[in-house]
C-alpha cells in the first residue's frame, strides 16, 4: 500500500531504491512507475497550491505553483518532477520554513526529455533542504503553451458559439502539461488554486469547496482530500448551473441546461443514495457535473467532486444513465481508492464497473444490467478476435515497455475483463450481498491511498479466511494469478440469463437474418425494434456487424426496414448501422455516412492548421468523411462527438489499427 497523502506514511519503512508497504508483513517490491520520470519515492508530497491567470486571447495559463514537500531519505540533492515540453518554466525558488531562511533562494534547474508524452524536471535543492522530515516549499513559476492537458475551444467550437471555453482532460499522463507533478497515481495530495479570468467567466474546478471574488474576479478552490495528479481538473468558460439534488448540480453552457436538467432530474441523487447503500458512505461532500461541447476526448471523466462529461451523450437516455453512474462508482473505485500503477488500471475500472452493474440492478433491474453487460462483453469477444487470445494487453496486469503511454493501452480489457474477475470474488464468497460488505470495509480500509493487486487479494483472503484456508486462489484453471497475468478471455463470466427477456428477441432476430436471402418481411415485423431500448438495438447492430459481410440482398432489406427508424434516434444507434454501411459496401446508404459526419463536423468551424486527427477520429470515421466530401482536403476539427470514438477505442484493436480491419 502506497499511503497518502504523499508516498510514504508515518511508521513506514523506506528503502534507497522506493517505498515499502507501512506497517507488519513482507515488504513489496519498490514501487516502480516506468510512465513518471520523477523520483516520487525520495520525497512526500503534503500539499500544493496553484496559482493561475488564464488568458483566453493568447491561449495560455500562467501563474505559478507550490509545492509542499518532506525529503524521505537522507542525500537526495535533485528533486525530480514530470513535465512536458509546453510548459514554459521561468523561474523555480525554495523556502525552509524554520530554518531560519526567511528569503527565498532562486534554484538551477534542467529539463531533460523523457517519452513523447513528456520531459522531466530536474531541480537542485540546497543544503538546508536535504533533511529528511524537514518541509520545505518549491515555487514554481511558469506558462502553459499547446500541451494535450489543455483544450482552448474558440466560441465556434462550444455549444453556444458565444464564448470561448477551456478544458483540462489530465488522465492519464496528460496533467505534466498542466502543471509540474508527481504523475503518478501513486501519490496523493491536497491542493488548493486561486484561478483569475477576465469578465463574465466562470471557473469550476474538481475541488470540494470553492469561493468567487466577483470585483477581483478570482476564484478559489480547496480539495481537502487528498486526490493523484490525473484527478486535477479545470473548465472555464459560459457555464451555469442549476441545482438537482441536496449535494449536486448540473453545470452546462446556457444552450444546453435545461436539456440536462430535464434529463438528469433527480436521479444523481437516487443513484449516490444507491451506492451509499452499498458501499458506504459518499467521501467527496459535492457530486456535480457539467456538460462539455464535442470535442471533450473522452465521453466521460471522473474527476472527484465534478465530472466532466461530453454534452453529445444526451442524446441517449440510456447511455447517459450508464456514464454517470459509471462515474458515480469511481467515487469509491478509482478516486479514493486509487491503482498505484497505470499496469493495474482495473483496479480502477473494473471494480468501478461491478460497483456501476450493482447500482443499476439495484435501482433498475438485474434485466437491465444483463442487458447491457451483454452489449460489453460482446464488444470485449470482438476485441480478442482482431487481437488474438495471446495478445499481452489482454492482461490485467500488462507490463508497459519504458516509453509506452499509458493511455493508449486503455481498452475494454481494463473494464471487463476486470468486472469479471470481479464478478467471480463475488461468486466464490457465495453472497452477493455479502461480497457488498467485503466492498464497503475494503473502501473504508484503504480509503484516499493508491494499491496494488495484491492489496486486494490478500484484504479478499483475509477477510473469508475459509477461502484462503481453501486455497481458492490457487483452484486449477481458475488461479488468481492466471487471471492477472494471462492473455486471453475472461476466466469467468456471470450468469445473464436474468436479461432474457431483453436479449432473447435481439438474438431471435438476428438468426432471421443471418441467413443467405433476406427473411420473410411479415415474420420481421413481429419484432417492433421501435419499442425496443437503444440497449437492445446496439446489440442487435453489433451482432449483426460480427455476421458481416452480409449479402447485398440482406443488407437492402435491413435498410428498408430499419434505416429510417435508425435515423432518427442517437448517435450510438447510427454510427452502427454506418459501421454496417461501410464494412458491406451499401452504396445506395452512404449518404446517410456523409451527412452524420456533416452533422457534427462543420466546415464552417474547421481550423486552418493541420489538426492531430488521432486525438478525437477514429479511423473508419475519418476515411468514411474523406470517401464522400466533396474535396480530398477538408479540414477535419476536434469537434466529432467522443461517443464515436469512445465506442471504436473500446473496440478497436489499437488506437492506431490499420484501416483494413474496419473497412472493406
Not at 290 to 297: E, I, R, Y
Not at 424 to 445: A, K, M, P, T, W
Amino acid at each position: 500500500v502506497v499511503s497518502g497523502p504523499g508516498v510514504v506514511g508515518a511508521g513506514s519503512a523506506v528503502c534507497g531504491s522506493g517505498c515499502s508497504r507501512p506497517g507488519p508483513g513482507s515488504p513489496l517490491c519498490p514501487l516502480v512507475d516506468v510512465a513518471s520520470a520523477s523520483n516520487f519515492r525520495c520525497f512526500q508530497l503534503r500539499h500544493f497550491h496553484l496559482d493561475l491567470r488564464l488568458n483566453f486571447a493568447v491561449k495560455e495559463m500562467s501563474g505559478w505553483l507550490v509545492l509542499d514537500l518532506v525529503p524521505v531519505q537522507p542525500g537526495v540533492q535533485i528533486l525530480v518532477l514530470d513535465s512536458h515540453p509546453s510548459l514554459l518554466i521561468h523561474s523555480i525558488d525554495c523556502k525552509v520554513p524554520g530554518s531560519g531562511q526567511e528569503e527565498p533562494v532562486s534554484l538551477t534547474y534542467r529539463v531533460d526529455p523523457f517519452t513523447d508524452y513528456g520531459s522531466s524536471l530536474n531541480v537542485s535543492l540546497p543544503t538546508a533542504a536535504l533533511k529528511p522530515g524537514r518541509l520545505i516549499q518549491i515555487t514554481i513559476r511558469y506558462t502553459t503553451t499547446d500541451g494535450p492537458a489543455i483544450w482552448w475551444l474558440d466560441s465556434e467550437l462550444t455549444c453556444g458559439q458565444s464564448r470561448p471555453l477551456v478544458f483540462t482532460q489530465g488522465h492519464s499522463v496528460c496533467n505534466r502539461s498542466f502543471f509540474p507533478s508527481f504523475d503518478t497515481p501513486a501519490v496523493k495530495s491536497t491542493y488548493t488554486a486561486t484561478v483569475r479570468v477576465p469578465d463574465g467567466v466562470t471557473v469550476l474546478m474538481s475541488a470540494s469547496r470553492s469561493s468567487y471574488s466577483k470585483q477581483d474576479r478570482v476564484f478559489q478552490f480547496s480539495m481537502e482530500f487528498p486526490v493523484p495528479s490525473y484527478l486535477v481538473a479545470l473548465v472555464a468558460g459560459d457555464l451555469q448551473h442549476v441545482d438537482v439534488g441536496p449535494r449536486s448540480r448540473v453545470w452546462a453552457e446556457p444552450c444546453l441546461l435545461s436539456c440536462a436538467v430535464k434529463k438528469l432530474g433527480g436521479s444523481v441523487e437516487r443513484w449516490l443514495a444507491v451506492a451509499e447503500q452499498l458501499f458506504g458512505p459518499y467521501l467527496w461532500g459535492r457530486c456535480d457535473i457539467v456538460f462539455l461541447p464535442p470535442s471533450f476526448p473522452i465521453v466521460a471523466m471522473e474527476n472527484p467532486c465534478l465530472t466532466f462529461i461530453i454534452a453529445s451523450i444526451l442524446e441517449s437516455s440510456e447511455f447517459l444513465l450508464i456514464d454517470v453512474i459509471h462515474e458515480i462508482s469511481h467515487g469509491w473505485f478509482g478516486n479514493a481508492v486509487t491503482n498505484a500503477t497505470w499496469e493495474e488500471m482495473w483496479l480502477s475500472e473494473g471494480l468501478a464497473t461491478y460497483a456501476q452493474r450493482r447500482i443499476t440492478t439495484e435501482a433498475y433491474g438485474e434485466a437491465f444490467t444483463c442487458l447491457e453487460t451483454a452489449v460489453r462483453l460482446d464488444a470485449l469477444h470482438r476485441q480478442l478476435r482482431l487481437l488474438g487470445d495471446n495478445n499481452p494487453v489482454s492482461k490485467l496486469q500488462v507490463k508497459f515497455e519504458p516509453g509506452v503511454n499509458p493511455s493508449s493501452l486503455m481498452n475494454l480489457f481494463t473494464y471487463e475483463k476486470g468486472f469479471c474477475f470481479v464478478s467471480y470474488l463475488s461468486e466464490i464468497c457465495g453472497d452477493v450481498r455479502r461480497f457488498d460488505c467485503f466492498l464497503r470495509d475494503y473502501i473504508s480500509e484503504f480509503k484516499f491511498k493508491s494499491v496494488v493487486a495484491q492489496d486486494l487479494i490478500d484484504y479478499f483472503l483475509g477477510y473469508f479466511p475459509e477461502l484462503k484456508d481453501a486455497a481458492i486462489a490457487q483452484r486449477e484453471g481458475l488461479e488468481f494469478e492466471r487471471w492477472l497475468s494471462g492473455c486471453g478471455p475472461p476466466l469467468y463470466e456471470p450468469d445473464l440469463s436474468a436479461g432474457g427477456a431483453l436479449t432473447r428477441p435481439v438474438q431471435d432476430l438476428c438468426d432471421l437474418w443471418r441467413s443467405s436471402d433476406p427473411p420473410d418481411l411479415k415474420t420481421v415485423a413481429t419484432f417492433d425494434l421501435s419499442a425496443w431500448s437503444t440497449f437492445q438495438i446496439v446489440l442487435f447492430l453489433d451482432r449483426m456487424l460480427d455476421l458481416s459481410p452480409l449479402p447485398h440482398d440482406v443488407m437492402a432489406g435491413l435498410s428498408g426496414c430499419y434505416s429510417s427508424l435508425f435515423d432518427g434516434l442517437n448517435a450510438e444507434v447510427q454510427i452502427r448501422w454506418l459501421q454496417m454501411v461501410v464494412r458491406n459496401s451499401f452504396y445506395p446508404e452512404l449518404p446517410r455516412v456523409r451527412a452524420f459526419l456533416h452533422k457534427h463536423v462543420s466546415n464552417d468551424t474547421a481550423p486552418s492548421s493541420t489538426v492531430a486527427l488521432h486525438r478525437v477520429l477514429p479511423s473508419h470515421c475519418t476515411e468514411f468523411y474523406r470517401r464522400t466530401a466533396p474535396s480530398s482536403t477538408v479540414a477535419l476539427p476536434r469537434v466529432l462527438p467522443s461517443h464515436c470514438t469512445e465506442f471504436y477505442r473500446r473496440t478497436a484493436p489499437s488506437t492506431t489499427v490499420t484501416l483494413h480491419r474496419v473497412l472493406p
